[in-house]
């Protein structure tokens, strides 16, 4: 499957935004997604992971209560929604998938997907 993240931007704290991540060659509904980010100069971190079915999420705590992940399989594609943006959120922001039989399973690590997007840039000013 390939992905492709956009919807990134500059955007001033304590506003919005919301991340696509379209995928294509297979059926999206087969993967498990999560987002990821990457700040400058440092590591690669977990963002948040939607199940198969979209029935299950998960998120960092450092996210909760302000950004939402959701999918929609008809449209082989998965979004983040980010609301009260911090400068701390500034990173790219990477979609990842993974093939799973179990409709209802979350991943949070980096291992456990197969498949990652390009990124896509978040700037959030002060």
């Known amino acids: 499957v390939q992905l492709q993240a956009s919807g990134g931007g500059l955007v001033q704290a304590g506003g919005s935004l919301r991340l696509a991540c379209a995928a294509s060659?297979?059926?999206?509904?087969?993967?498990?997604a999560g987002w990821f980010r990457q700040a400058p100069g440092k590591e690669r971190e977990f963002v948040a992971a939607?199940?198969?079915?979209?029935?299950?999420?998960y998120y960092t705590d450092s996210v909760k209560g302000r950004f939402t992940i959701s999918r929609d399989n008809a449209k082989n594609t998965v979004y983040l929604h980010m609301n009260s943006l911090e400068p701390e959120d500034t990173a790219a922001y990477y979609c990842?998938?993974?093939?799973?039989?179990?409709?209802?399973?979350?991943?949070?690590?980096?291992?456990?997907?197969?498949?990652w997007g390009q990124g896509t840039q978040v700037t959030v000013s002060s």
């Open positions: 060659g297979r059926t999206f509904g087969n993967y498990a």
């Open positions: 990842a998938a993974k093939s799973t039989l179990l409709t209802s399973n979350i991943y949070y690590t980096e291992i456990s997907y197969d498949y």
């Open positions: 939607i199940s198969r079915s979209g029935s299950r999420t």
